[in-house]
């Protein structure tokens, strides 16, 4: 039961252009949304997250847009960097959950030169 | 503060030994969490903790499981009688309770336990 689906393995884009990486879930329950980028042998970072009420935030090169709707929701980083190419996780949590987050599978980002 | 902690980065064990893993988690954080990684996969919940009460396991946690962060500070997780299926990466991640979803947990580096 794949809750939060990432459906693209890989991403590859050259330097200085946006980079959209994507996400949808199934459950309805969950009111934030989060974003983590992992570096071979480190742990997952954070990144950016977002309220189920709103359906933008932004932080910098980094922009998530929420679709309640469509159960959706998107990374754009622009410009991308070099030092961007990493794997970024999509996470969802509920209320009441104590923030326990539920994780996509992943998509892994190549920035070119 | 030097982020959350793991001990060790590598473990090798033999099928049916023991193992424990350590988290030590940022000071001032209430909440500690275990995550389970497989290849190819993102992190799984396992448990998690506020101070010393842990009020959460994963179906995913079966009896050979146990975690324990005594007195609300380090943490351990051990392993009875390993599987090879149980070869993942352990990762530990703390945070202030009510700051998770702003602010994400911060996570350590992972311990890679490998079966043989």
């Known amino acids: 039961d794949q809750q939060v689906k990432q459906n693209s393995p890989s991403l590859s884009v050259q330097e200085g252009r946006i980079s959209i990486l994507n996400c949808d879930y199934t459950?309805?329950?969950?009111?934030?949304f989060l974003w983590y980028k992992k570096y071979p042998a480190e742990g997952p970072t954070f990144l950016i997250s977002?309220?189920?009420?709103?359906d933008k935030n932004e932080d910098g090169r980094f922009t998530v847009f929420l679709n309640k709707s469509a159960k959706h929701l998107s990374l754009h980083i622009v410009p991308s960097q070099p030092g961007d190419s990493a794997v970024y996780f999509c996470?969802?949590?509920?209320?009441?959950?104590?923030?326990?987050?539920?994780f996509g599978t992943g998509t892994r980002l190549q920035v070119t030169l | 503060d030097t982020g959350v902690s793991q001990n060790p980065r590598h473990k090798i064990t033999k099928r049916g030994q023991n193992v424990t893993f350590r988290c030590d988690p940022i000071?001032?954080?209430?909440?500690l969490y275990w995550y389970r990684q497989t290849l190819g996969q993102g992190p799984e919940f396992l448990t998690y903790?506020?101070?010393?009460?842990?009020?959460?396991k994963s179906r995913l946690l079966s009896d050979r499981f146990s975690a324990e962060r005594p007195k609300g500070s380090f943490s351990t997780l051990e392993i009875q009688r390993t599987e090879q299926g149980d070869s993942a990466m352990y990762l530990c991640?703390?945070?202030?309770?009510?700051?998770?979803?702003?602010?994400?947990?911060?996570f350590g580096s992972g311990t890679r336990l490998t079966v043989v």
């Open positions: 991640a703390s945070s202030l309770s009510g700051g998770a979803n702003n602010y994400g947990y911060t």
């Open positions: 459950n309805s329950m969950f009111d934030y």
């Open positions: 977002i309220s189920s009420i709103k």
């Open positions: 996470a969802a949590s509920g209320s009441g959950t104590a923030s326990k987050l539920t």
């Open positions: 000071s001032e954080h209430n909440r």
């Open positions: 903790f506020q101070n010393e009460a842990q009020l959460e």
